[in-house]
């Protein structure tokens, strides 16, 4: 079960080929990876660092469904137990932070039985 989860957790950080720009630019939304800064429009967010990692991760494989546990193993780590459900509060904090700073509904998408996906198309 180890050897599974392990190599489970490389393929999925194998989804964004390569290594990320520094800088990722999704309609009007701007995300700096290295300086952990977001900006929709002029207007620079406030996010925890685990708001950032769901953004970033989604961000950089837009239109890729990510399961809970995909976002858990990247975002949280493999070595701590964290319920599934946890997830579903930090996305509805990061929604409601990108709604107020002025974003586009569905920029972030349930994908019922599945996860999550990043629709570059809404922003």
């Known amino acids: 079960e180890f050897v599974a989860r392990v190599r489970a957790t ?9 290594r990320p720009p520094a800088i990722l630019s999704r309609g009007p939304l701007t995300i700096e990876l290295e300086s952990q800064r977001v900006q929709l429009g ?3 967010l406030s996010l925890s660092r685990k ?20 976002l858990l193993d990247t975002v949280w780590g493999t070595d701590i137990f964290v319920d599934e459900r946890t997830i579903d509060v930090h ?12 974003g586009p509904e569905g920029m972030i998408r349930t994908v019922y039985g599945s996860g999550y ?6 922003c």
């Open 117 to 122: 996906r990043f629709e570059v198309a809404s």
């Open 51 to 70: 708001e950032f990692g769901l953004l970033r991760e989604l961000a950089l494989a837009p239109g890729h469904v990510f399961t809970r546990q995909q």
């Open 42 to 44: 002029e207007v620079e």
């Open 91 to 102: 996305m509805s904090w990061l929604r409601s932070k990108l709604r107020e700073a002025g």
């Open 10 to 18: 490389m393929r999925r950080r194998a989804i964004p080929a390569g």
